[in-house]
């Protein structure tokens, strides 16, 4: 008779999706701020209990540099999609449409509503933004300068100028949004910034931004 036993695996099964469960931290701490976040908020959000949220995740700092390189992440493809349109105006509204979809309901952007506050002591997450930012500001100027190129604005614009431009009316739409504007108004607000830019690409001026 045989005496060989199975042998079974040591440790628990993974039963969770770990995207899944970064994604709950992460409308967790886009919805409360993360001062406001307890790690009992993220149990409850996840469904984990506190040992093996600490033993996939780490502490609460941990998670929301995980859940800030996410987000980044995914606006960025965002962004290189909606830039992707042939015309300059269709690029720049399909962004703007892009920001205030994501924006809605006082949800904001992630990044500019909560990112600020931790960042103060946090340098991981000082530089993850400063580098969010830069990237931002690349493909804009990227894709201005590709305008340029084309005819599609003015040979003397700075793209680097009206990059900034964009960036500074995405960022205003985010504030504005967190603090309970609907999405109508903040479509409105966005158009006639872009109206304005749009204005500038074409004649040549960004109003002094070199």
């Known amino acids: 008779m045989s005496t060989k036993m199975d042998v079974k695996p040591r440790g628990r099964p993974r039963r969770y999706d770990p995207e899944v469960v970064l994604r709950q931290g992460l409308e967790t701490f886009w919805r409360k ?10 149990c409850l959000a996840t469904g984990l209990n506190k040992p093996s949220l600490y033993a996939a995740w780490g502490d609460k700092q941990q998670w929301y540099r995980q859940a800030l390189q996410v987000y980044v992440k995914q606006v960025g493809e965002g962004m290189a999609l909606a830039l992707n349109q042939a015309r300059l105006h269709d690029a720049l509204e399909a962004l703007l449409r892009q920001a205030v979809s994501l924006y809605r309901d006082g949800r ?3 990044m500019v509503t909560t990112a600020p506050s931790v960042a103060w002591d946090d340098d991981m997450v000082r530089h993850s933004m400063a580098a969010a930012l830069a990237a ?12 340029i ?3 599609d604005a003015g040979p003397a614009v700075s793209a680097q100028g009206l990059a900034v431009m964009v960036s500074a009316l995405l960022h205003s739409l985010a504030l504005r949004a967190r603090v309970g504007e609907p999405e109508t108004a903040l479509l409105q607000c966005g158009l006639a910034g872009l109206s304005g830019i749009m204005a500038a690409a074409r004649s040549g001026r960004t109003s002094g931004v070199q």
């Open 33 to 42: 701020g993360y001062a406001a976040t307890s790690v009992d908020d993220l």
């Open 108 to 110: 904001g952007c992630f």
């Open 136 to 147: 931002q500001d690349q493909a804009l100027c990227a894709r201005f300068e590709q305008a």
């Open 149 to 151: 190129a084309q005819g």
